[in-house]
Structures are given as structure tokens and as C-alpha cells.
């Protein structure tokens, strides 16, 4: 078999999907691309649609080539920034619809969990404050001596 054949026996795809859509884009970038080629896929479909009206047959691959090749780099562009739209206006319908029920989760239970946190935060400060004074004390540190010449020095 020739190379020619072996290229011959590639599945045909539209070479649009990548304009949309690129392996090393961001998750949401991949996501506004797809709906853009969502978006591109319904324009097709309204062109196919016009053309078998006007002609009483679908399109032949080399009008649909030809379809496909008027798509500019602005044109895509263009669809990607009305995927991008809809997207964040999906996401801003979800956030709203789901308000309520978010608030709730993050004001349940967040005074007693902070009380909790506190009182640890403050037993180990304590702790280390303990700790602090046996090791000085264990160094022959009299902490009490000093204080007291400090408060009598000041008085």
C-alpha cells in the first residue's frame, strides 16, 4: 500500500474543531471552544439546510470543503467570544439558581467550628508557653527574679 493510500484511509474530520478547540488550552478555554464549535456546527447545519432548498440536494463534499474554507480566523474568533458568553451566563444562572442552598453550606456550623479552632489554637499557645518556661528554668533561668527587678527598677 502507498503512502498515498494510507492517507486516503484516515477517517475524514472537520479541520475546524482544532481552531476551536486545542489540547493545551485551559479546561474552560476547551470548554467556551466547544460550545463555539457547537455554535459553528449549528451555522453549518442552517447553511445545509438553505442549500438543499435552493438546489433540492445536500451539498457535495466539495461544497462543503468550500464552506468550510470561508471560515476566517475573525469568524472564529467571533464565535468564541458568543461561546464565551454564554458560557459565563450559564455559569452566573447556576451560581443564582444555587445561592441559597451555597450560603446555607457555608453558614452551617461555621460558629462552633471557629469556637473549636480557638480554643485549640489557644491550649497549644499555652503549651509552648509552658514549655518555654520549664526549658528556661531547666537552663537556670529565674524568670521570676527578672521580673521582679524589672517591676522595681520601673517603680
Keep these: 500500500m502507498s503512502d498515498d493510500g494510507a492517507r486516503d484511509a484516515r477517517p475524514a474530520y472537520n479541520p475546524l474543531y482544532e481552531r476551536f ?5 485551559s479546561t474552560s478555554d476547551q470548554l467556551t471552544g466547544m460550545v463555539a464549535y457547537g455554535l459553528y ?6 447553511w445545509t439546510t438553505a442549500h438543499y432548498e435552493r438546489h433540492g440536494r445536500k451539498p457535495s463534499e466539495d461544497e462543503l470543503a468550500s464552506y468550510i474554507a470561508t471560515w476566517t480566523p475573525s469568524m472564529v474568533q467571533n464565535l468564541r ?3 464565551n458568553g454564554i458560557v459565563l451566563a450559564f455559569g452566573g444562572f447556576l ?9 446555607e453550606e457555608a453558614l452551617r456550623g461555621t460558629f462552633w467550628k471557629a469556637v473549636g479552632v480557638s480554643i ?7 503549651l509552648g508557653l509552658i514549655a518555654l518556661l520549664v526549658i528556661l528554668r531547666i537552663a537556670g533561668v529565674d524568670i521570676l527574679s527578672i521580673l521582679t527587678s524589672v517591676n522595681g527598677a520601673a517603680g
Design 21 to 25: 478547540v486545542t489540547d493545551d488550552q
Design 41 to 46: 456546527k449549528q451555522a453549518k447545519r442552517e
Design 81 to 83: 467570544e458568543q461561546a
Design 95 to 103: 451560581v443564582e439558581e444555587n445561592a441559597p442552598r451555597i450560603r
Design 120 to 126: 485549640f489554637a489557644a491550649a497549644l499557645y499555652t
